[in-house]
């Protein structure tokens, strides 16, 4: 019986299976894999039917197709991303989006000739992968960047198309030179201006001594580096992107109309003890506006911005190749129409990598970018389009643009209007190739030897054709004239670098030894020439003999460096870098050529112990020290030499005969600027690493030996010649947060840095006390000036109370503090009053993704910073000017005595007393911007496939859409220091874009 039971089971289980069998039906199954980041194709990843031997992989297109029972659970798997199981559940169509790895063990940042792991670094070293500045519709490189690197200050003052005026500090102010950073593309000097945003792999920003003292002389104010796409291996990879935008200005001053410009006269006039300038009836006929040539309301701005303001960008790339050769090779055309006739910026841009294998121990390659930015300006007879700006907020409302007949009324100065119509252009055409060929060669296994060869030249074309403007009434603004400018700058570079890396048990060993040798030349053409026969000739030959100048030179600077580096690692634990670089420079003389800078760096790695594997949150806890040296050469060339000057002409007798004489003070004992900065840093990963990571940095930079020029007596006959002799520290703190998180289908991510920089000069031999001071145990270029404390409520008061002297001080005049109480108030009451540059800086992002959506918003601030708006924007009738509205709430003066307060003083034709640097012209200019807000969307991928297209993407972008300031209304809080009446306004920039990858 016992038999007869295990006979009927084994039956039961065959029939079982046989039935499982027959209805486990296999099914196809084809769909595609994502990124879930950027929605782009993943080639290679690796899909399994659990618990059985079938498998396959995703195409170039990140396609598949697998036939597998229609109950299996597909796994895919695929390096650097997070695994992921999918049951099939009869699904014919399976596309799948596959997160990054949360791991950031392996995470690579480029520093100075090479990279490192991120979690093995010892330096302060900020970056940004290219993929965060694609699609981001700034006019500049520069500009993508602003408030996304902690201690780096980018300020944007002009929104004139090529002409934006980006500026970039790291660690603040650190010279009383040149303070820009130095900028390494693809291994060679070079500007962030020339490269198109879609060909940017990496930027990283070294801060720090230890990171930086490897570039030696030049790295002293930062460096940045920035590496370009190459192509990988693998089938061709087409790329196409494009947008489509306008401008609005952000802000622009508002003036008065005619009929208030009459009534503030009037009042300004009387407070003065002047007749008043109009009669009631012509005051209210500028109101009525019935009379626009006789009493015209003219509204000179509106009439200025009258360019399109479009903005087109064209952006394509071809990518891939094999194990053995790569290649990229990428074209751009950029064309931006300014908010004024005439203004225009084109860009092409052109850039071809490759990377070539010979053989096993030879490999070979390519990089070369080839830029041209033409930029076109109108001119006026006083100079460019800040002049244009500087007559529309000047020119009264009282003054017609054009006479009744049709033809140009003219102001004093001129019509800006006719100038931008007729005045003529500024022509500028910049071309610039940056290339280099390197070759690298495996000696014996770990030992590397590469030799680089580059070339960064420039070829600058500019011409200047102003035309004769003519008036109704009769004038003639002019003589018309060309000034063409040539400018052929050359630097090339050569470069020697061995590399040598060893891991034996728990100990890894990197050496590299370098040698560099640069030499730039620069040489200079001009010519100039005026009273051409008509203005349709901008040809030097066209011009008089009479009053024509020319001009030409040539200046040639070298470098000449070693440098070495040296990393250990011990068990992943403790960290160890030393660099040293010994530069010798031509701007100087021979004995003082040669400066060595060293650096000290090291990392624990506190998270790695034993003693912490307990705190399951803490996934990565890495402590920093540095300390080292940089040095600074940027001066003019010859500051060493005596220089002689022709053209200095000798009377003999009473006839003059030509000659030449020194014109400027040599000095041959001056060195290597010298900073010293010394680092602490803390890197954490909380949370399985993706969670929260923070990064904090405290540093104490000081600069010796800065090269300026100090006090000479009268009769010394010459300027001031260079010495080494300021002193300069920069304290600071930086922080950054990044958090990441998704749940489902919904993504975010949130990152937010903040850096606070204080300024000090500890000495200078050359105090300089005016609206900005220059002086020891303050910051340099401080606002300075008087203690503003209120108004004079009568005149009584203001007669008995202290006051400048000269013009008298009445009541509704501001008042000032008697620091001193010395009984008056002069250039001895002056205090400081505030910061050029910026104390705190800061920008935070917001990103959020549900399935084939996404939203960023990026925010960008600065605090503890001031400006002016300069005396011709911050006062009504300064050499004739406009006034604008928020001159109206001014302080109305009756009998002697305030009758209505208001925030400005009482209206004067000439505001002698309040017109001086006070804490009421030095403005609090800090502000929070919305730098940045996007909308995306992928078509889905059904909708792409017929078409052999990888992924389409389309937005809507705007960029500097929102200001929160307490800055004046109407004036932009990054205008240049005192230009408020001269500046080219910032934009808004609104986009329309799309995204496509075949």
Not at 285 to 295: L, R, V
Not at 663 to 673: C, G, L, P
Not at 736 to 760: C, E, I, T, V
Request: glycine residues 10%.
């Amino acid at each position: 019986m016992k038999k007869f039971y295990i006979r009927y089971l084994k039956l039961l289980l065959l029939l079982l299976f046989l039935s499982n069998h027959a209805f486990a039906q296999n099914v196809q199954v084809k769909g595609r894999v994502l990124d879930s980041t950027d929605r782009s194709p993943l080639i290679g990843v690796t899909i399994n039917a659990k618990g059985k031997s079938i498998s396959t992989i995703t195409d170039k297109n990140g396609d598949f197709s697998i036939t597998a029972p229609a109950a299996s659970i597909l796994a895919f798997t695929y390096v650097g991303y997070l695994s992921k199981e999918v049951a099939i559940e009869n699904q014919a169509i399976l596309n799948v989006v596959l997160n990054p790895a949360a791991s950031k063990l392996n995470e690579v940042v480029v520093v100075a000739y090479g990279t490192q792991k991120k979690i093995n670094l010892t330096g302060a070293v900020s970056s940004i992968s290219g993929d965060k500045l694609e699609g981001n519709p700034a006019t500049s490189v520069t500009a993508t960047l602003e408030g996304r690197l902690p201690g780096v200050t980018i300020t944007q003052t002009s929104g004139q198309p090529g002409r934006e005026n980006t500026s970039i500090l790291i660690r603040g102010m650190g010279t009383m030179n040149n303070a820009q950073p130095l900028v390494i593309v693809d291994g060679l000097e070079s500007s962030l201006d020339d490269i198109s945003p879609n060909d940017i792999q990496n930027v990283s920003v070294l801060k720090d001594a230890s990171s930086a003292s490897i570039y030696g002389s030049r790295a002293a104010n930062g460096v940045i580096l920035v590496t370009t796409k190459r192509g990988k291996a693998g089938a061709p990879q087409i790329n196409y992107n494009t947008y489509y935008g306008w401008q609005k200005p952000i802000g622009l001053p508002q003036h008065v109309s005619s009929g208030q410009y009459a009534t503030l006269i009037n009042e300004g006039e009387v407070n003065a003890g002047l007749a008043p300038q109009y009669s009631s009836d012509e005051i209210n006929k500028y109101f009525s506006g019935a009379d626009p040539y006789n009493y015209p309301n003219t509204n000179w701005v509106n009439l200025l911005l009258k360019g399109s303001g479009a903005t087109l960008d064209h952006n394509l790339s071809f990518a891939g190749g094999t194990d053995m050769a790569r290649y990229r090779l990428s074209f751009e055309y950029y064309n931006q129409d300014g908010l004024v006739n005439n203004t225009n910026h084109k860009r092409y841009n052109v850039r071809i990598n490759l990377d070539s294998k010979a053989n096993k121990w030879l490999t070979i390659g390519l990089n070369s970018g080839l830029s041209k930015n033409d930029v076109d300006s109108p001119v006026s007879p006083y100079g460019d389009i800040t002049q244009f700006f500087r007559q529309v907020n000047r020119i009264p409302p009282t003054v017609p643009n054009k006479l009744a007949n049709g033809s140009w009324a003219r102001s004093i100065d001129g019509n800006p209007i006719a100038w931008a119509q007729e005045g003529g252009l500024a022509n500028s055409q910049i071309s610039h190739l940056l290339g280099s060929t390197f070759a690298e060669i495996a000696i014996i296994k770990g030992l590397t030897l590469k030799g680089i060869a580059g070339i960064d030249y420039s070829f600058s074309d500019n011409k200047t054709h102003i035309q004769t403007v003519a008036y109704g009434d009769g004038s003639v603004q002019g003589p018309n004239s060309v000034d063409d400018y040539l400018l052929r700058n050359s630097t090339t570079s050569l470069q020697s670098i061995l590399n040598y890396n060893k891991k034996i048990a728990k100990h890894d060993i990197k050496v590299l030894l370098g040698a560099s040798k640069e030499s730039n030349v620069i040489n200079i053409d001009e010519g100039y020439r005026k009273n051409l026969p008509t203005n349709g000739l901008d040809q030097l030959a066209a011009g008089s003999s009479i009053g024509w100048t020319n001009n030409g030179q040539t200046d040639e600077d070298k470098l000449s460096s070693f440098f070495g580096r040296f990393n250990y690692d011990f068990n992943n634990k403790y960290l160890f870098e030393a660099n040293l670089r010994r530069d010798g420079s031509s701007k100087f003389a021979a004995g003082n050529r040669w400066g060595t800078f060293p650096s000290f760096s090291a990392g624990w790695r506190v998270s790695e112990e034993d003693f912490m594997k307990s705190l399951k949150w803490l996934s990565s806890l890495k402590l920093r020290a540095s300390w080292g040296k940089l040095g600074n050469d940027r001066i003019s060339n010859y500051q060493y030499l005596s220089k002689i000057a022709l053209g200095q002409n000798y009377d003999f007798g009473g006839v003059l005969t030509d000659g030449a004489a020194t014109v400027e003070a040599s000095n041959d004992h001056i060195t290597w600027e010298t900073t010293t900065e010394l680092d602490f840093g803390l890197d954490a990963d909380l949370f399985n690493n993706n969670l929260l990571s923070v990064s904090i940095d405290y540093y104490n930079r000081y600069t010796d030996n800065i090269l300026t020029s100090v006090p000479v007596s009268a009769v010394f006959g010459l300027p001031a010649p260079i010495v080494n002799a300021g002193a300069m520290r920069n304290r600071g703190l930086e922080i950054q947060l990044q958090h990441n998180n998704n749940f489902g289908d919904f993504r975010y991510n949130l990152s937010f840095n903040a850096a606070y920089n204080k300024n000090r000069v500890e000495k200078f031999s050359n105090p300089s006390k005016g609206n900005t001071i220059r002086i020891e145990g303050q910051p340099w270029d401080s606002f300075y000036g008087y203690q503003w404390t209120g108004y004079f409520q009568t005149d009584q008061q203001a007669a008995s109370s202290p006051h400048q002297p000269g013009a008298p001080v009445m009541a509704g005049d501001l008042r000032f503090k008697d620091q001193n109480n010395d009984g008056k108030i002069d250039g001895n009451d002056r205090v400081v009053l505030g910061n050029t540059i910026p104390i705190i800086t800061y920008g935070f992002n917001i990103g959020l993704q549900y399935k084939n959506f996404d939203l960023s918003s990026f925010f960008q601030g600065a605090g503890k910073v001031n400006r002016t708006l300069g005396t011709e924007a911050e006062w009504p009738f300064v050499n004739g000017a406009n006034a604008l509205t928020m001159h109206l709430d001014r302080t109305i003066v009756q009998g002697g005595k305030i009758v209505q307060q208001g925030y400005f003083p009482r209206t004067l034709i000439n505001q002698t007393h309040n017109q001086v640097e006070s804490s009421f012209t030095v403005l609090n200019s800090s502000y929070l911007r919305l730098k940045n807000c996007q909308l995306g969307y992928n078509l889905p991928i059904q909708w792409l496939s017929h078409m052999k297209i990888a992924k389409a993407r389309i937005y809507m972008s705007g960029q500097n859409l929102l200001t929160f300031t307490k800055f004046p209304s109407g004036f932009d809080p990054e205008l240049p220091e005192g230009s408020g009446a001269y500046t080219y306004p910032q934009i808004k920039f609104y986009v329309f874009g799309l995204d496509i990858k075949f």
